[in-house]
């Protein structure tokens, strides 16, 4: 074979290479809620702010990620076999811009578990209307309300792909 032949073959294979390589999509990030503190709330009357004091996050398939905003949405919890009964949701805000950083590749010996976690920390959550419709009801019926805080975002490398991750938290009635 001439060097000719050979240096068009290999720059054939070069660019067969490169433009299915340059092809390949990148995954939506895949997130998970790894840890909260605390679980649930002791609510009284007067109660109109709760701050959730961590709350922990984990890319699970290596795509980074930036965590955009949250929004929550209020639930009467049902009796046992009951259904939720849904109450009110807060609207969307907008103003995190936390970037979730991604473990690429397997974990190296040695490593630890949480170098890859993202931590919020004192995140207020606004319960005044839900606290209110709670003492509003019979206290043997009703003692408590679910806050599902929806956290949404988008990938860092395509803007276009978005997540949410979803954790709830319990607001009880302390009986006054």
Excluded at 18 to 37: H, M, N, W
Excluded at 79 to 105: H, Q, W
Excluded at 110 to 132: C, I, Q, R, S
Aim: one cysteine or more; proline letters at 4%.
């Amino acid at each position: 074979m001439s060097k000719k032949f050979k240096f068009f073959l290999l720059g054939s294979l070069f660019l067969v290479f490169l433009f299915y390589s340059c092809d390949e999509e990148i995954a939506t990030p895949e997130v998970e809620i790894v840890r909260v503190g605390p679980l649930g709330f002791l609510v009284d009357s007067s109660t109109s702010i709760v701050k959730i004091d961590s709350i922990v996050f984990q890319v699970l398939n290596g795509v980074e990620a930036i965590l955009k905003g949250s929004y929550t949405e209020f639930y009467r919890i049902g009796g046992v076999g009951g259904s939720d009964e849904f109450l009110y949701s807060t609207p969307r805000c907008g103003n995190m811009d936390l970037r979730l950083k991604a473990r690429i590749g397997k974990k190296p010996i040695g490593e630890p578990d949480t170098l890859y976690y993202t931590y919020l920390f004192n995140y207020p959550l606004n319960v005044k209307e839900a606290v209110e419709a709670l003492y509003s009801g019979d206290p043997k019926e009703w003692l408590s309300v679910e806050a599902r805080v929806h956290f949404y975002g988008i990938s860092y490398y395509d803007l276009k792909d978005t997540f949410t991750v979803t954790h709830s938290w319990e607001l009880r009635r302390v009986e006054e």
